[in-house]
């Protein structure tokens, strides 16, 4: 007697290993070929993005819960949204690379710049992913961008009334609309990978933020509330523009300009293999000093300096703090 066994894998979880496995393969090749970053810190910035995908897991889901219980009135347990795995996801990346990745330390958010065209692709994939699923779909549209999913998906439940003759119903495909643009984004990228890599972090956040909110108003699944107004994601979408914005004006050296002094001091310790937080303590004097540095380190990421400028001006002040 012969017995079968049955193995079948949904198609998001196909989109989702694809896009996991896409992003290792990007970040392999930026960490590696082009930065030519050193084999530790290669292993540990994957090991950083593997605790920092769990969190952005375990935030995402949170986040869900919390506006699906807003709505509801009383505790209930949601799904997982994208938005509120960002703040908890990239918030874990830039906390844990400091205290793992020590040779990059005070340089968290440019580590960080050079994983997001990786997650970026990864996105796109599980966006596809969701199409495939059914989830995150747009609202009822007899548009030519309509597509039709069968009775049983989960908008079958929000649009009973839709359905036509053939028991289908047509919804834009948000989801679609959502790949394209990562897919877009992820090529500008590389494309300009020399000119913008340093500032991935806030690109990103500044357009996909951008991109999102706008894209709500096409939303037709149930993503919870937020009490006023604006859906749970365009209020996440806001936080995480301000968040772009501040991220991007702290690496022109325009605010936070005390921790920019102390990322320069982390950076040269890190480059001389000191790696003892508590030998980072400044005082005014030395702050200033510092937040030159830095100012001056942004010069030379952003090509305003050239190498050559940069170590014989950086030495002057090296020599000044003493």
């Not at 017995?3 to 290993?17: A, D, K, N, P």
């Not at 030519?144 to 649009?159: I, M, Q």
């Not at 913008?196 to 894209?215: D, E, M, Q, T």
């Amino acid at each position: 007697m012969r017995t079968h066994l049955e193995f079948t894998i949904s198609s998001y979880s196909l989109m989702l290993f694809l896009g996991l496995a896409a992003f290792v393969a990007v970040t392999l090749i930026v960490l590696k070929k082009l930065e030519k970053k050193e084999p530790t810190v290669i292993k540990q910035t994957l090991l950083v993005s593997a605790l920092s995908l769990a969190v952005m897991y375990v935030t995402a889901a949170l986040f869900d819960s919390l506006f699906h219980s807003i709505e509801e009135g009383r505790l209930v347990a949601g799904g997982i949204t994208w938005e509120g795995g960002v703040i908890g996801g990239f918030t874990a990346f830039i906390l844990l690379s400091h205290y793992i990745v020590k040779k990059e330390r005070g340089g968290e958010i440019e580590l960080f710049s050079l994983v997001i065209p990786g997650l970026v692709l990864a996105h796109a994939f599980g966006r596809v992913g969701c199409f495939l699923g059914g989830c995150c779909f747009g609202t009822v549209t007899d548009s030519k961008l309509g597509v039709v999913f069968p009775t049983g998906s989960p908008a079958a439940d929000l649009y009973p009334n839709t359905l036509t003759h053939d028991g289908s119903f047509p919804v834009l495909p948000t989801q679609l609309f959502e790949a394209a643009f990562e897919l877009l984004l992820f090529a500008v990228m590389m494309i300009f990978r020399k000119r913008f890599k340093k500032h991935n972090l806030a690109i990103y956040l500044v357009f996909y933020s951008i991109f999102r909110f706008i894209l709500e108003f096409w939303r037709g699944d149930n993503r919870g509330a937020t009490g006023f107004y604006l859906s749970p994601s365009q209020f996440m979408s806001l936080l995480l523009l301000t968040a772009g914005i501040l991220i991007f004006l702290f690496q022109k050296g325009l605010v936070f300009k005390r921790l920019a002094a102390r990322c320069a001091l982390w950076r040269e310790n890190a480059a001389n293999g000191v790696y003892d937080l508590k030998a980072c303590e400044l005082s005014p004097e030395k702050a200033a000093l510092f937040a030159e540095l830095d100012a001056l380190y942004r010069l030379k990421i952003s090509g305003a300096v050239s190498e050559e400028e940069y170590e014989t001006k950086k030495q002057a002040i090296l020599e000044k703090i003493g």
